[in-house]
Each structure stands twice: as structure tokens, then as C-alpha cells.
């Protein structure tokens, strides 16, 4: 029973709603009424500039690591008994701090993409790995100007990344890397499904544009 409260915790700061909190401080009640409606740090960055768009950043990627700390000390503190090794149960709680961001529970299940507390987690467990993946996400933003497509890119990397290490190299990484890195770039893939659609047409908004530059075209 003990071992379900650090997930449960996790999937609880993944809802913090830094995009909703931040704006606030910066004189916006509700971003949701203000450019895509999305309470990501892209959207808060179009609405109200980089400086509030930052906080955001820092307050997504803080609830992944937080996640795994929580997690990490939960299971060598009590030295839980669970059919999951270590590797498992900090990727679970990561997977349910990304759940969190996506499906909210105090905001009707209706948040964020989860790129960002996806990144925080991977940041503690994987840190080579996801500094070639960032590698990989500012190549692709700073040639096309698109956050939603670097994002994509990288939480699709991540996942051939650890795969080419199992597979290719056989490194020794648990398959539980795999299969977890593999669900969140599906559930990235998800959350950007509209994002994908634009980037077909040719009416995404590009890095910080003001989505009023394009009416009808919210972004992420």
C-alpha cells in the first residue's frame, strides 16, 4: 500500500498548474482565455513574453525531478517490496507526473502537452541521453522556428536513443527504459496531434509569434 503514495504524489504535482500560477503573477486571471487556451509555458511566452514564460519552464521540468527524488526516497527509505525493480517504479512515477500535467484532475483533465515534466524526469534518470535529445530539440527550433516540432523531435529521439543503446550497442539499460520512453513520446505524439496538423498545413505559429498575429489558429 505504502508504495502506491509516491505515485500518487507524483501524479498530484504533475497537476500544479505553473502556467495558470505564473500568469496570475503576471495580471493574466486566466491564461485558458488567452492565445491556444493551453496552460504550457509556450503559450504563457506568446501571451506575456519570455521573462513569465521561464518560471513556467522551471516549474514544469521541477515537478519530473521531484517525482523521481520522492520516488527514489520512498522505495530506499522503506525498502518497498513491489514487483517492479528501482528503474520501474522511478519510471512509473514519472509517467504518472506526466499523467498529471496532461489529465489534470482540478482542471477537468484538460492540461498541458508534457514535455517539459516529461524532460525533468528523464533529466534524473537519463541525463546523457536527454542532453542529446535537447541537442536534437534546439537544431531543429533554431532552423525552423518551431517549438512544437523540436519537441516532437526530442521526445521521439529519446525513445530511438535508449532503443539504439538496448538494441544496437546492447548496452546494459533495463528494457523498462524502453517501453516507458516509448509511451511518452506516443503521448507527446498525442498532445501535439493538432500541432501536427498545422505544421501540414503550414499554419503553425512559429517560436514565441503572438497567436494573434493568426487568428483562428491557436497553437500549443
Known amino acids: ?96 507526473a506526466v499523467l498529471g500535467h496532461i489529465f489534470p484532475i482540478f482542471l477537468g483533465f484538460h492540461g498541458g502537452k508534457g514535455v517539459n515534466t516529461a524532460l525533468g524526469g528523464m533529466i534524473a534518470l537519463l541525463p546523457l541521453e536527454v542532453l542529446f535529445s535537447l541537442l536534437l530539440f534546439g537544431i531543429v527550433v533554431v532552423v525552423t522556428k518551431y517549438i512544437s516540432l523540436g519537441s516532437i523531435v526530442a521526445a521521439m529521439s529519446l525513445f530511438l536513443i535508449v532503443a539504439g543503446e538496448k538494441f544496437v550497442w546492447e548496452c546494459d539499460i533495463a528494457m523498462i527504459y524502453v517501453w516507458v520512453t516509448g509511451v511518452i513520446g506516443l503521448l507527446i505524439l498525442i498532445t501535439h496531434h493538432q500541432n501536427i496538423m498545422r505544421l501540414i498545413a503550414g499554419t503553425e505559429n512559429k517560436i514565441m509569434q503572438s497567436s494573434q498575429h493568426r487568428k483562428g489558429t491557436p497553437n500549443v
Open 1 to 96: 500500500m505504502l508504495a502506491i503514495l509516491p505515485i500518487v504524489i507524483a501524479y498530484l504535482l504533475g497537476t500544479i498548474p505553473f502556467g495558470l500560477l505564473v500568469s496570475r503573477l503576471f495580471g493574466v486571471s486566466d491564461i485558458r482565455s488567452h492565445g491556444s487556451g493551453n496552460t504550457g509555458a509556450t503559450n504563457v511566452g506568446r501571451v506575456l513574453g519570455y521573462k513569465a514564460a521561464i518560471w513556467v519552464y522551471i516549474g514544469d521540468i521541477a515537478k519530473g525531478l521531484a517525482a523521481v527524488f520522492i520516488a527514489r526516497y520512498f522505495f530506499e527509505q522503506y525498502q518497498l517490496s513491489i514487483m517492479l525493480s528501482e528503474d520501474g517504479f522511478l519510471l512509473l512515477c514519472v509517467l504518472a
